[in-house]
């Protein structure tokens, strides 16, 4: 039998280490998928949508730090990828995408689903080419791995599907350490080294703000917060590297951070930015006498959210390694103390709302995400939907042991948790996947539950059911306006998913959702918990400027004007009177 360009194409797969390819097949596939059948070695992921192929490709290249792949057939199959490999691309996690493309005699005639992937990907990857020829792939799909893997992000190759049938030209198989360029440690010279040290050793209130980019230099972040009497501040997507095992941890800041890592980053003379691109500027601190470091492996990033006094060019693992040495210890403990002083109560706080009384409808949904982090195990892996779900995995999903966390946190999309955590679960079969999905990104994306089924996966969906898209409505009040589209007619989750073949769990009563957790958790295969909440619970941020004080007033009052005198009760109610 000949070897096929979609055989050569698989060869270089399997040797870049692709255990899986996520997608939906189609005919102009068929060469791909008859490959990968015969090879036996790299699994087909039959999903329902490609956009949630591409989203748990995404979740896997997070966790792995490998390359994951997803693939789309030619025309609508490969446009579903582009809103997942967008938040791949912006999450900078190493995927290859394939869209697959009409007849190539074909193109530039209107054929029948003809589109152009190689223009319409362009602005959400690295690299992405259209193989013409048989002499095009081996060399293509190798430039596409390493742009993916090397630059972090997505690579997309084009392959028509008769192109993928033809036979394959000879050519010298690449070896598996080409394609997988190891991440290169960037150290700054000795005199940035130097000025960073002199900066952070004259500060009396140093506080460090820390994002995606401290990956593997948790040790290092510890040290320098311990030697420099600094609280330890995280940006979302740094919370799952610098909270476990870090008692200088204070929390996060942010639109869905508290009050504790808000204030420990405006009341300090010097603020450290480590590998974080945290885009919210009103929360950095404004005064003139705060001195600002930032440290990123991307030059681009130096200065793009607030100022800096010294920006400084080099991994967070290898800059910290370099100054560690010539930090002075401080004696001086006032502000780290006031820092977890504030986080201590602060916390308290938190899981006060986390706990419900028996009897006393509805549910709060911090006491559902609570009682999962309080249950489920210390190598869990959270999934997350974008708004409320966010909120509450960012709030009460406690970093601890192997957990990780994994979300649209620079894209933000709705509809991303079940997919990613479909990508978490078959990338580690034996951990905990646990997914924190809203009512309105559940139902977006509601086709691939099914897929649970079908790929054997124990995941747990929680369903945060409160009728409504709860974020928008929040902002929409904030804005002083009447939330309008935002209510959702939901079903009952639990009978839909005992409908597919799914155990379903619904939760109306404060008092049945650690019964329920522990259940879900217990059960060998997929659970869905669908947790009955209130839609009038407020998401405090940790600054509250007096327009958005007048927005929640303005919008008390057109709701009453309008007939709506329950909603203003039940806000009230929710937040106040508990």
């Keep these: 039998m000949k070897k096929t360009v979609a055989d050569q194409f698989a060869e270089v797969l399997a040797l870049a280490g692709v255990k899986r390819i996520y997608g939906v097949v189609g005919d102009s596939l068929n060469a791909l998928t008859e490959a990968l059948r015969r090879r036996g070695d790299i699994e087909w992921v039959s999903m329902r949508n490609e956009e949630a ?97 090397g630059r972090r992000g997505v690579s997309v190759v084009v392959l028509p599907g008769d192109v993928a049938t033809q036979k394959a030209e000879d050519a010298r198989a690449p070896s598996p350490e080409s394609l997988s360029p190891s991440a290169s440690q960037v150290t700054p010279s000795p005199e940035q080294v130097q000025q960073m040290a002199s900066l952070l050793n004259s500060g009396a209130r140093v506080t460090l703000l820390c994002g995606a980019g401290c990956e593997g230099a948790g040790a290092q972040v510890v040290e320098l917060a311990r030697k420099l009497q600094a609280p330890v501040v995280s940006a979302l997507r740094g919370k799952e590297f610098v909270e476990k095992d870090n008692p200088n941890f204070v929390g996060l800041t942010g639109l869905i951070g508290y009050a504790s890592g808000y204030w420990a980053m405006i009341d300090c003379d010097v603020l450290l930015m480590l590998g974080t691109d945290f885009p919210y500027r009103q929360f950095y601190p404004d005064a003139a006498d705060t001195h600002i470091i930032q440290v990123d492996l991307r030059a681009e990033n130096i200065g793009k959210r607030t100022r800096v006094d010294l920006g400084v060019v080099g991994s967070v ?39 419900g009384t028996v009897g006393r409808k509805p549910i709060h949904p911090p006491q559902v995400a609570r009682a999962f982090d309080l249950q489920a195990s210390d190598s869990a892996i959270f999934t997350c939907d974008v708004g409320l779900p966010t909120v509450w995995a960012a709030r009460y999903a406690t970093m601890k042991g192997q957990r990780r966390l994994v979300g649209s946190f620079n894209h933000g999309s709705m509809a991303s948790a079940l997919a990613q955590a479909i990508g ?43 009728s409504s898209l709860g974020f928008v409505a929040m902002e929409q009040q904030v804005g002083g306006m009447l939330d309008v589209g935002t209510a959702l007619r939901n079903p009952d989750f639990a009978k839909l998913a005992e409908a597919v073949g799914i155990k379903g769990l619904r939760v109306e009563d404060p008092g049945d959702v650690d019964e329920a957790v522990q259940q879900a958790l217990a059960t060998p295969g997929p659970v869905l918990v669908d947790a009955v909440v209130s839609k009038a619970e407020l998401v405090m941020p940790p600054k509250i400027t007096a327009s958005m004080a007048a927005g929640f007033t303005l919008f008390g009052l057109k709701a009453l004007l309008n007939g709506r005198t329950n909603e203003v009760l039940e806000l009230a109610r929710t937040n106040l009177w508990r």
């Design 424 to 466: 978490a679960q078959k990338a580690f079969p034996d951990r905990q996947v646990i997914s924190f999905s809203g009512d309105g990104g559940f139902t977006m994306l509601m086709g691939d539950f099914i897929s649970l089924v079908q790929l054997e996966l124990p995941i747990k969906v929680v369903v945060f059911n409160n």
């Design 53 to 149: 192929a591409a989203f748990a490709a995404g979740a896997e290249a997070h966790l792995t730090g490998q390359l994951a792949v997803c693939a789309g057939s030619c025309g609508p199959g490969n446009l579903h990828l582009i809103n997942g490999l967008y938040d791949c691309h912006r999450s900078r996690v190493p995927v290859l995408a394939i869209a697959a493309q009409i007849p190539s005699s074909e193109l530039g005639t209107g054929y029948f689903q003809e589109t152009h992937p190689e223009q319409l990907f362009r602005e959400c990857s690295h690299y992405c080419e259209l193989v013409s020829a048989p002499n095009q792939m081996q060399r293509t799909s190798e430039i596409a791995i390493r742009n993916a893997v």
């Design 317 to 355: 693992a290898a800059t910290l390694q370099a100054l560690l040495p010539r930090i002075q210890a401080k004696q001086e403990t006032k502000h780290l103390d006031r820092a977890l002083e504030h986080h201590r109560k602060t916390r308290e706080e938190l899981d006060g709302l986390g706990r």
